[in-house]
């Protein structure tokens, strides 16, 4: 596929395929690294009074894991898949703008490089936690330049995700080949869109905030140190980006486990056009919920009630989300394979993440989940379960697409099953520790919390080896070198079924498609073709 | 250690377990539903060919609409449930008889000061039997007030004042009980070690402690 590699070649690249290589590498590269962190953390809370890490390290290690895995893996690994596989499913030539595109991807890879590097910067690396609360976040709480330089990394991040998503929305709006209508853009495609049209709305808050912070701590502005509502101010700003932030994550992982299901079940998606709607609603409702991550700030009452009531509606479309996902495997031929099954786990995953939501959406419960080990349980089964299994599953569904190779399908299991035991055995007992705060480094034996993070250790070294083993299998395909047919799960969708390289001449065959055509008895093609 | 539970805590017990029992029973159904599919639809060897015809089927809008149906009537009463339970918990102590104190949250400590003036650091003592109302805030950055076996928590917040109250359980033949306070909200290098305990004791050692307390703090 690739003749020589040449780096210059790689460097300079506009073309869509291979930037979405890079953004693959580069946040599978990052995922290492955060993992890394994450072991470290469950090895300082294995037993209680460990002194392994001082607090400060550990306040560092909490902040890159958490700023590394949200923002640097699983978001660009969604945008890396998106860039290879939407121009084919839509039938473009290419993004609408490929330079934007190689901006994107350097501003991302240079946010990503500063960030590390602020590490080790003088007094330390930044110690705020991801949520960068104020005022901890001004020079008079946290004067090392670290905390700067990661606030600027996140700044840049922010403007090349800006550029990501218009250059994604233009092309989706602009560039379909004659023949891709709306109703039969693939789904991959249509959570891609409302991803980007999210990120389009969420990020520029928190890019505000991050500059206004950083007048802060460079210009002596008091945006966020003033006494009077900076706390506030800041988890507003903060808020109104964070919350949409999940969805981000999570809706391109739902479009990939919607794609793989109707392939290894071979049978279309159920209600597709229901799940569609769904998928817009639970985008639309994303952006007004942010309120219920600020239940105990003392907000007005009414305000409280009224959040609550959009956090509890945003289940209703995901419930659905997910229920037609598991109906769609019903009377189906499903061929179990490693892509499959990473799905399953992601609906299981979904299911209980989104469930233990729904009861943080109850003010009087969120009041003690808030801040505790259950809301860090919770939302690592919606992002480490449903985001990292989904794109998971969708790297190894188009590996043979994108790489030609075909990948070892008993290796693939066992590191599902390692992924399984290990994600539950780590993540569970996080719903049994009410009691322990968030982000502390130890502690004490007597507060009965020792079993349940010793438990939760065993199952985060178990986790780390399924994932290590998940992507080395595709790793390993390079060099077993075993080719993989042009269409080897027999999937209907464009991606697949034309091998071209410009755009498609007359119509495609989407699953989409043939699904209205059973409908109508063969009588939609011909209208299609009279209204062209 | 069996501390009872003190009494606001067992509303939340209550609504918990409702929400929490629903939870679970539809985390079964879901997961049963898929698990079953998966199993009775797999492919087999020696199956006939895969013909993708016969594996259509049409758009059922209306199945969809009765699943959302279901789940909006169940959050919709639950929901109910859960307001009618919000004000009587968090807003407005059921009694004016309250004893008030003042918590100041502070880089890595609790700061408590009694309506005669007392001020203790880390040490909250309170009266059994008794509904106490906390104005809480902070003197640097955003903290947390967090009573986990009371089951309610405020935060602390520079410039900003806010209330929880909770009342305390009766002592019931023990001479004392001891909860937690812990701060939940990152807070610095010190947030692990920022907590403090609270004390119930009888009326009458209460108020022992009290005098005794101010008196050596005006003595001296």
């Known amino acids: ?411 693939g299991i066992i590191s599902f099953i390692l992924s399984v035991i290990g994600f539950n055995v780590l993540y569970f007992p996080y719903f049994f520790l009410i009691d322990m705060p968030r982000r502390v480094s130890t502690y004490t034996f007597s507060s009965g919390l020792a079993p349940q993070n010793f438990v939760a250790t065993i199952g985060a070294f178990v986790f780390f080896a399924g994932s290590a083993l998940a992507v080395l299998n595709l790793v390993w395909s390079y060099r077993r070198n075993v080719t993989s047919s042009s269409n080897p799960w027999d999937s209907k969708e464009l991606e697949w079924t034309k091998n071209y390289t410009g755009n498609l001449p007359g119509t495609p065959e989407t699953v989409a498609h043939s699904q209205r055509l059973s409908e109508r008895q063969g009588q939609s093609s011909q209208e299609d073709d009279r209204a062209k | 250690m069996s501390q009872p539970i003190p009494p606001t805590a067992t509303d939340w017990y209550s609504f918990f377990n409702v929400v929490g029992y629903t939870a679970v029973a539809a985390l079964i159904i879901t997961m049963g539903a898929m698990i079953y599919f998966v199993v009775k639809y797999r492919e087999k060897k020696g199956q006939a060919p895969y013909q993708p015809e016969r594996h259509l089927h049409r758009s059922r809008a209306r199945d969809a609409i009765i699943f959302a149906s279901i789940s909006i009537t169940l959050l919709t009463v639950m929901s109910i449930f859960s307001f009618t339970l919000t004000p009587n918990t968090r807003f407005s102590p059921p009694t004016s008889q309250t004893m008030i104190v003042h918590v100041n949250a502070f880089q890595w400590a609790f700061r408590f000061e009694y309506s005669n003036g007392l001020t203790t650091i880390n040490q909250l003592n309170l009266p059994e039997n008794t509904t106490v109302l906390f104005n809480v805030t902070s003197d640097d950055v955003y903290h947390n007030f967090y009573l986990n076996e009371f089951r309610t928590s405020i935060d602390a917040i520079p410039g900003r004042y806010n209330t929880i109250w909770i009342t305390t359980p009766r002592l019931d033949g023990n001479n004392q009980l001891t909860y937690n306070v812990v701060c939940k909200e990152l807070c610095g290098t010190g947030h692990t070690y920022m907590f403090a305990r609270l004390n119930v004791t009888s009326k009458s050692d209460f108020d022992r402690w009290l005098s005794n307390q101010t008196s050596v703090l005006a003595g001296g």
């Open chain 1, 1 to 411: 596929m690739i003749k020589r590699f040449s780096i210059k070649e790689w460097l300079s690249t506009t073309n869509h395929k291979r930037i979405g290589i890079l953004y693959i590498v580069a946040s599978i590269t990052f995922m290492g690294i955060a993992g890394v962190f994450g072991a470290l953390m469950r090895t300082q809370l294995a037993t209680p009074n460990e002194l392994f890490l001082d607090p400060f390290s550990y306040d560092q290690i909490v902040t890159f894991h958490g700023l590394l895995m949200i923002l640097w893996v699983l978001s660009p690994l969604g945008v890396g898949l998106a860039n290879y596989i939407v121009p084919l499913q839509i039938g473009a030539k290419d993004l609408a703008f490929p330079r934007l595109n190689a901006l994107s991807f350097f501003t991302f890879a240079f946010s990503g490089i500063l960030l590390l590097g602020s590490a080790f910067a003088p007094g330390g690396g930044p110690d705020v936690g991801w949520t960068f609360y104020a005022p901890l976040n001004t020079m008079q709480f946290t004067p090392q330049t670290g905390v700067t330089l990661a606030v600027l990394a996140f700044a840049l991040l922010a403007g090349s995700v800006t550029i990501s998503s218009v250059n994604f929305i233009t092309t989706i709006l602009k560039s379909r080949t004659k023949g891709v209508t709306w109703r039969r853009m693939p789904i991959f495609t249509w959570s891609v869109l409302m991803t980007n049209v999210l990120m389009l709305f969420a990020f520029p808050t928190v890019a505000a905030g991050m500059l206004l912070l950083s007048f802060d701590r460079i210009l002596g502005s008091v945006f966020f140190s003033s006494i009077e509502g900076g706390s506030i101010l800041w988890d507003q700003l903060f808020w109104f980006f964070g919350h949409p932030e999940v969805y981000i994550l999570v809706l391109p992982a739902i479009g990939i486990m919607a794609e793989v299901i109707q392939t290894f079940a071979r049978r279309p998606l159920f209600a597709r056009t229901v799940f569609l709607i769904e998928l817009g609603l639970v985008a639309i409702l994303s952006q007004l919920v942010w309120v219920h991550h600020m239940f105990t700030t003392g907000v007005n009452y009414n305000l409280l009630e009224t959040f609550a009531i959009t956090s509890m509606a945003i289940s209703v479309p995901f419930e659905g989300i997910v229920i037609q996902l598991v109906i769609s495997l019903r009377k189906g031929r499903i061929k179990v394979s490693t892509p499959l099954l990473f799905s399953l786990l992601a609906i299981f995953t979904v299911v209980l993440g989104g469930l233990t939501g729904v009861l943080q959406a109850f003010p009087v419960l969120d009041y003690v989940f808030r801040g505790t080990y259950w809301v860090v349980g919770h939302f690592h089964y919606v992002m480490a379960g449903t985001t990292l299994f989904g794109l998971l599953a969708g790297l190894y569904y188009w590996w043979p697409k994108i790489t030609g190779r075909t990948y070892n399908e008993r290796v």
